[in-house]
């Protein structure tokens, strides 16, 4: 299978490889896919207090096409706002990278460990509220 | 020992799937090439030297093929390749038999071509019971002894497993088949040439033999076919008759003539090359375990042939190594660069895991895989199988100490 130049730059050189600290209330964290279905990518986000994701990291278990997906949108969502990071959609990743058909799933599974990483941010953020309020 | 210690330019990757095919061996290129050129006459041909000519290397070949197995060279069919000679043999002792009898077994962790072949015979009709095999890829006697019934006409197990290596117990397997007078058929694809294999000794009734998995050329096989008992076939192919009718078609001379060539050579290297590749497999391995944790071997390793390895890298997906591993050339038990993302139904059956079922890898090592090859290799699984651990969510979490089975995990 021939891949794109981009794809094997981003699986040669993945950015953001790590982890942040789960329990902190600032990091969102998105664990999707399945071992037995040969892919599952971790993803995490920080947000500012300006509401600008300033940290995104990931690790993933898969094909090149998964660890290229999720070490682009970690990239990608820097910088963005996280109502701005919600709207990637798997299609530009997959555009982008230039993924053969049957990887497609890759980054569907990318922009669904995003997802999972905003909600949940929000739910801890949901979850602050009323501790602020009280004060 | 052959002098040829290199056949592979050093642009190349290291070649290490010696199951898929194998280059073929420079002695056999030789003695083919003047059936290429003037010595290109018809076997067929009887009213001419050139006829007669080709004729005598075709039925020279046949004998070397015949001693390499321990039969009669009466008892050898040239075919075009394994498949054709699986698809001959079981299609053809089911359809000559039917009115009788009509029941096959086979093992679930068979080529695709003894699958396929009896998946068409039970549209036809017939009834095929697909053996399981243990965790380690062998056989249980007592599960086979069992399925066998008054209509059952033949048995179909391998010799050798093309992802796993493993070496099926065929003289017991034959014995089996001999009391209840049932034929017996194995595909030794991987098995002619890599281990000792002995016709009469195994009760072996029809066995399938591929040219370029023995440093043969591609495009041409054998089929076996046992005269006492007799076994009786219908033809697959129809036409001039060539081949005791069984099948019909021009003989590629230079085929046959370089598949009796690696036959030969491997009658008389098999023991010293067995060795060999058992000390490659062990370095292999120990060069592996020495720096990497968490690595299974698929497959019974004593019951296997040397020259195979198929391992699970836990936490670690098999496309996603081969692509880090740009200068080596194995294949993946993950499939995953398939179509279908199903990882192997051979592993599956011997029970593995499906996630580490897609860490596996197979690595063949063969006739022209050398020390420093082997050590080249361990070096960049390790590096790769490191790095890509180091950016594994799974392998985070086993390091933490969390059970990845206790994760409810949303599948997709």
Not at chain 1, 21 to 26: F, I, L, R, V
Not at chain 2, 38 to 47: A, E, I, L, Q, V
Not at chain 2, 72 to 75: A, G, L, P, V
């Given at each position: 299978m021939a891949y794109s130049e981009k794809l094997i730059d981003h699986y040669e050189n993945p950015r953001n490889i790590g982890s942040l600290?789960?329990?902190?209330?600032?990091v969102g964290t998105g664990l999707v896919g399945a071992p037995a279905c040969g892919d599952v990518m971790k993803l995490q986000i920080k947000v500012g207090p300006d509401g600008l994701i300033e940290d995104a990291k990931f690790k993933t278990f898969g094909c090149g096409s998964a660890i290229a997906s999720s070490s682009l949108v970690t990239e990608w969502v820097k910088g963005k706002t996280v109502d701005e990071a919600e709207t990637i959609k798997n299609t530009d990743i997959a555009r982008h990278l230039a993924l053969p058909p049957v990887k497609i799933h890759c980054s569907v599974l990318a922009e669904d460990a995003i997802k999972a990483a905003i909600a949940d941010y929000r739910a801890k953020a949901k979850k602050e509220e009323p501790k602020e309020a009280a004060e | 020992m052959t002098a040829i210690t290199q056949i592979r330019r050093n642009d190349q990757p290291i070649y290490l799937d010696y199951q898929a095919t194998t280059p073929m061996d420079p002695r056999v290129l030789e003695v083919m090439m003047p059936y290429f050129t003037?010595?290109?006459?018809?076997?067929?041909?009887?009213?001419h030297a050139y006829g007669w000519e080709a004729e005598e290397a075709v039925e020279k070949a046949r004998g070397q093929i015949a001693k390499l197995i321990g039969a009669?060279?009466?008892?050898v069919i040239y075919t075009s390749g394994a498949t054709e000679s699986n698809n001959l043999a079981i299609r053809g002792v089911a359809e000559f038999y039917k009115d009788r009898k009509n029941h096959i077994i086979t093992t679930v962790t068979e080529h695709k071509c003894v699958l396929d072949t009896c998946r068409h015979l039970e549209q036809q009709g017939f009834e095929v019971t697909y053996l399981p095999v243990q965790q380690n890829g062998l056989l249980d006697l007592d599960v086979l002894r069992a399925a066998i019934t008054d209509k059952t006409v033949l048995v179909s197990v391998m010799a050798?497993?093309?992802?796993?290596g493993v070496i099926q117990p065929l003289a017991e397997i034959g014995k089996i088949c001999r009391e209840h007078k049932v034929f017996f058929h194995t595909d030794a694809a991987q098995a002619a040439g890599k281990i000792p294999l002995d016709v009469e000794a195994m009760n072996i009734d029809l066995m399938s033999i591929s040219g370029h998995k023995i440093y043969g050329p591609k495009g041409i096989g054998a089929l076996y076919v046992r005269r006492k008992p007799r076994v009786r076939l219908v033809a697959m192919i129809y036409g001039g008759g060539q081949e005791r009718g069984f099948r019909s078609g021009t003989l590629p001379t230079p085929l046959c003539v370089g598949l009796g060539e690696a036959c030969e050579i491997a009658t008389k290297e098999m023991g010293a090359e067995a060795k060999r590749l058992a000390k490659l497999q062990e370095r292999m391995l120990k060069g592996l375990r020495a720096k990497l944790t968490d690595i299974v071997v698929n497959g019974d390793l004593e019951q296997r042939i040397p020259g195979n390895l198929n391992i699970s890298f836990a936490y670690v997906e098999g496309e996603s190594l081969m692509m880090g591993i740009k200068n080596l050339s194995v294949s993946s038990g993950?499939?995953?660069?398939?179509?279908?993302?199903?990882?192997s139904y051979v592993l599956r059956a011997l029970g593995v895991e499906e996630e580490m079922a897609h860490t596996s890898l197979r690595i063949g090592l063969g006739r022209f895989t050398t020390e420093h090859e082997v050590d080249t290799a361990v070096d960049e699984l390790v590096r790769h199988v490191t790095k890509l651990r180091a950016m594994s969510p799974l392998w985070e979490m086993a390091q933490e100490?969390?059970?990845?089975?206790s994760i409810e995990w949303a599948a997709h």
């Open positions: 600290d789960k329990n902190a209330e600032d | 003037h010595k290109f006459g018809n076997p067929g041909s009887r009213s009669d060279e009466k008892e050798v497993n093309n992802e796993i993950s499939a995953c660069t398939s179509a279908s993302l199903e990882p100490g969390i059970d990845l089975k």
